[in-house]
């Protein structure tokens, strides 16, 4: 929520301060801001005592497990489809949809309340409908979105409306995401969610390179199924994992009801 919550203020108010002046001031900006939340972190936040330390060989070993490898290449997957598209959205709103600056970042700012709404939605689904169905649900909408991007962005009220259904899909995916890893290995639970901020903070660079190297190769109009791409194979790694998971259960119920007889 507070990662949603920063796209819907900082990327609108970002694109802003880059159209009336030089983007470098942005991040010129961000350093001094950075200061009084550290300050406050200190004092706001009490101290923890910290979990025993867990060797990088018995982190690791998590990877034998094919679940769980497949679970953490959805996550890579699935953020680099977002990324390869999402970090060259003001250009391809400019250039290829021909939108002016205001109406990019009211664009910038819709796509933000809905990831705010989508990371709701994600846990909303998990409660309601289960893993399975929330977790594919949302990467087929989301590559879906990013394969017809080019093709359904032609004006701003639907290039409006499908930035919301982009933001409303990918952003589902972290909350189910993150439960459905705790489920794999609830006694490994806080490696599990480091492993997968891990890779999604290398999810995000792998897509922006590749989206990089569309842009130069072709053109910003071909980010989306780029991003497509990725997503399906998302898809595909989530459904195999969840097959392993469901497996794995069926094989348990079985050695149950072998041991009662």
Known sequence: MGFSSALVLGVPLGRLVATHTDWRYIFAGIGPLTIPILISIIKGIPAIPGQAPIPFKQQFALFKELRITSALLTTLFWIM??????????????????????????????????????????????????????????????????????????????????????????????????????????????????????????????????????????SEKHVGWMGAISLLLAFLAAGFSLWLSRQGRHDTEIRQGQSLQ
């Open 81 to 218: 489809g977002y990324s390869v598209a999402f970090t060259y959205i003001s250009p391809f709103l400019l250039k290829v949809v021909k939108l002016d600056p205001s109406e990019v970042s009211m664009g910038l700012f819709a796509f933000g309340l809905f990831s705010i709404a989508g990371a709701r939605l994600g846990g909303f689904g998990t409660d309601k409908w289960g893993v399975p169905r929330t977790l594919l649900t949302g990467l087929l909408v989301h590559g879906t979105v990013l394969l017809l991007l080019t093709v359904l962005a032609k004006s701003l009220i639907v290039t409006l409306l499908v930035l919301m259904v982009w933001a409303l899909s990918a952003w589902s995916t972290v909350a189910v995401q993150q439960y459905y890893l705790i489920t794999l290995a609830p006694r490994y639970s806080d490696v599990m969610l480091s492993l997968n901020n891990s890779i999604l903070q290398l999810g995000m660079a792998l897509g922006a390179a590749i989206g990089g190297f569309t842009v130069d190769l072709f």
